[in-house]
């Protein structure tokens, strides 16, 4: 697993037995940051469900400011930092080592909002819809943010949550990567 892009580009990172936790693959991170362009640059961007933090530590490669960690596996959280040293890219981080929805509605009551919120559940859960419906009722997504959701290829979801609107989708293998907007109204 390494790096795709950015300044801190081909870097290698450390990553988990596959049976343990599913890493984003390196070519749907690289697609997924082109899709994503020179809009990664300077903004807040949310890793949640992060495993190895492959997607935020890329986010930071390639130009956020600042990006927060959520993972609850104290493991996991282990081999972010480790991460995070591996790139030089540890000063701009938080990592929340707690369940996704407590840690949401902290970073809700602490006032924190996004621009990019990346959210990769486990693909057996229903986590993603509950992510995609705490981020539409709460205040973490900035207007004209992007929530984007990892999941498996055979889920469907709504075209509309709320004021989260479907903008764009794209298969990868066994891998589905959907971009929704927050259109405000």
């Known amino acids: 697993m390494r790096i795709t892009g950015g300044k801190k580009a081909r870097h290698r990172l450390s990553s988990f037995p596959k049976d343990i936790i599913r890493p984003t693959q390196d070519k749907v991170r690289e697609a997924v940051f082109n899709t994503l362009g020179n809009g990664v640059e300077g903004t807040d961007f949310l890793d949640l469900f992060a495993g190895t933090g492959s997607v935020g530590i890329e986010a930071l490669s390639r130009g956020a400011e600042r990006v927060v960690f959520i993972e609850k596996n104290r493991n996991a959280v282990s081999v972010i930092k480790k991460n995070l040293q591996i790139a030089g890219l540890d000063g701009f981080a938080r990592i929340i080592q707690k369940d996704f929805r407590e840690a949401l509605k902290m970073l809700v009551a602490e006032n924190i909002s996004f621009h990019i919120i990346y959210c990769d559940p486990p693909y057996a859960s229903d986590y993603s819809i509950k992510?995609?419906?705490?981020?539409?009722?709460?205040?973490?997504?900035?207007?004209?943010?992007?929530?984007?959701?990892?999941?498996?290829?055979?889920?469907?979801?709504?075209?509309?949550?709320?004021?989260?609107?479907?903008?764009?989708?794209?298969?990868?293998?066994?891998?589905?990567?959907?971009?929704?907007k927050n259109i405000s109204d």
Request: aromatic fraction near 10%.
């Open 131 to 180: 992510c995609l419906s705490e981020v539409n009722s709460g205040q973490l997504l900035l207007p004209n943010g992007t929530m984007i959701l990892e999941i498996f290829k055979k889920r469907s979801f709504p075209e509309k949550e709320g004021k989260l609107h479907l903008m764009r989708e794209r298969l990868y293998g066994e891998t589905r990567i959907l971009y929704y």
